[in-house]
């Protein structure tokens, strides 16, 4: 079996394009603000933020399979499953969510949506999270007392715990980003074999960081190695312009534009050291690029350019990090063929 991400930039007048096909199409996620863009029939996340650089294009990434496809619903989640493998999407509307004493509203739907995820892994036999994809409003605002990104925190850590999975080590690799009027919306992959995670050596680990950056560590890996029979992925987490736990270059975007990117390739360094297949390089990966500022795009894509090579493909949105210093966040995915040996 081999999953294939495909990228294909539409606009808006493109409605017939989206893909409908659902026989090979795995999962994915339309990026930017669709206008009557025809609605895909296989597991979708809506990113609705802005495409930089595209005009007022959209961009469709979907994963896929070349093997038969089981679909369903539950609790929410839309999922579609290609063999040992399963991408599926939920979306929660956290104002359904009471506060109490023990939780925010946001801390109350991401808690839930993770349980509801690990729900749905134990009952299809694909316990292994190898990769999510986290979208809320207002990521770094304050509510309750707590920054939103910190509640969201909470309960994330807290359904890792209620399912015994531990909050360290053995967790995905992922991504939490900010986006206007989103609701909680989290995408993930997973499957039956554990993914390899990988940590950066220039960085704390992110279930590590030290209670200043909130009351629970988030729980994710800073890359993670999976392997549908045959290939090997590379998915790179969300990465910043963070040394050791701190943001460094506050203020200067191009700075933590060469950070995050110097941390990219020390995490493609660290996976090449633990991966079975042939070293990636960062020319090969497909990138997604958050930057805050609107305005900052065309330096954070002047800086980069050369770096990854004019050839790789990189798609930039227009988003809020989780940190109100970090101006940009960078993410990546490769995947590579393995031999029969
Ligand atoms: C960082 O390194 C930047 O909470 O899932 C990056 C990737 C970040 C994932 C998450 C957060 C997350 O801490 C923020």
Redesign the pocket.
Known sequence: MTLRLISQTLQPTDAARVSRETRAVLGGALLGQPSGLAVPLWPVQRIAAPVLGAGAAVVEESWQADQTLLSGQSEGIVWSRAGNLLYGVIDLDESLFAVSLASTPLQAASNEAYRRIFRLLEAQQLPHLWR?W?YLADITGESHGLER?RQ??IG?QDAFLEFCRGATGNVPA???IGLAESPLSIAFMAGDQPAVPVENPR?VS?YH?PAAYGPRS???S?AALVYPPGQEILFI????S?VGHQTVHPGDVVGQCREALTNVAAVVAEANRLGRSLPYALNELSYRVYVRHAGDFPAVRETLSPLIGAKAEAVYLQAD???AD?LL?I?AVASHTLGNS
């Open positions: 999510v986290n990104y969201f925190n994330r992922a991504c939490a960085q992110a960081y988030p729980t994710f800073r987490s969300g990465t910043a963070i990090i989780c940190r970090l966040e993410e």
